[in-house]
Nanobody, 125 residues
């Protein structure tokens, strides 16, 4: 397990870009798979993106494919979600998650061992 801190959220206009950061404590993070999830008001949490610890395999929700990119700062202690061409429907609280097993992250029913506290993204038209 590692301690995760999310940051980088904010209020932007549709079409703008944001980069979310997930900073981890603990050397084990460099070998963890990471993912991003989001929860909009009144909606269930949903999967956004996931990456294996080396970044050799990534997976995206259809709604963000081609606009969002997940990557890790290996061998550092950070992961990022680059969000381009933001849409109003991207408005949500975004959470970073990490786990030793990619299968626990790249799923709509995550079983991640570590979660960030969330960072708010608001996209207005």
């Amino acid at each position: 397990q590692v301690h995760l801190v999310d940051s980088g959220g904010g209020s932007v206009q549709a079409g703008d870009s944001l980069r979310l950061s997930c900073t981890a404590s603990g050397p084990a993070f460099s070998t963890f798979a990471v993912g991003w999830f989001r929860q909009a008001p009144g909606k269930e949490r949903e999967f956004v993106a996931a990456s294996t610890w080396k970044g050799g395999s990534t997976h995206y929700a259809d709604s963000v494919k081609g606009r969002f990119t997940i990557f890790k700062d290996n061998p550092g202690n950070a992961a990022y979600l680059q969000m381009n061409r933001l849409k109003v429907e991207d408005t949500a609280i975004y959470y970073c998650a990490a786990d030793e097993r990619y299968a626990n992250i790249a799923t709509s029913t995550p079983r991640a061992s570590s979660w960030g506290q969330g960072t708010q993204v608001i996209v207005s038209s």
